[in-house]
């Protein structure tokens, strides 16, 4: 009988790898298909390869440091599901670790989330907690990791698509006190995939996303949370993996988020700061 043998991809006709496939990837959420293709594509890649292994190895230093929180039993009181439901209780026990692994950061993950998301967050938080050179603070570092936090997120990177971008703006708007809408940067390559409302220090804060068809993605922060005294000024910091560009103007902090260099988030701030004027 003759041996079967196994065909070669084609890389001509393999769909592009994303960034979202990398961190997909890193944690063991691609199908078998897609899985041997990324893995063609880093046997190309080495300085990709490389990246991908240090996720993979700060996700088992986290699960390590988190075993002993993770593995504790329910407290005692709170009704049982069935394991295929969603439970409200991880969003708390998240938010706890959370706040605790990065040292006193004002945020958690809100809303009931499933575990894997959970852990997913989590593993992308302890990332940027654990690569931080110290250059950001305030609103601006609470910026970089609800960027790192989010953007990777395959299933549900956003609360509300840009479909329904004027419910989003209502909504925001509304729970920020202070009209908030997002800009449109398509003319820079960026289409906005919608936003979110996240948990700042003191109040509500405002999260948009934009992504780019090669995978990138962005984000703008959007708090009340700033120094009375801030101004205009465009200031720049790293967080970890992510670069920050961010001002105070009218009272609100902007922070401009991503994984793309200080020239391109130059530009793009440069562009953001120039419809908010124009309002």
Known sequence: MDTPQIKALDSSTMP??????LHAYADQQLTHARRIQVEQYLAEHPQE??????WQQQNARLREMLAPVLDEPLPLGLPLRPAAARFPWRSLAAGVVIAVVSAGSAWSIRGAVDAETTRLALA???????????????????AAIAHVVYSPDVRRPVEIGADQEQALVTWLTKR?????RPPQLAGLGYELMGGRLLPGGNGPVAQFMYGTPAGQRLTLYVTREVPSQGDAQFKFGQDGPVNVFYWVEDHLGYAISAGADKAELMRVSQEVYRQLKHG
């Open 16 to 21: 592009p790898v994303t960034e979202a496939d």
């Open 124 to 142: 992308r938080h302890a990332q940027v907690v654990a690569a931080s050179n110290g250059a950001l603070s305030g609103f601006a570092q609470r």
């Open 49 to 54: 390869h490389a990246r991908v292994q240090d």
């Open 176 to 180: 920020m006190g202070t009209e908030v």
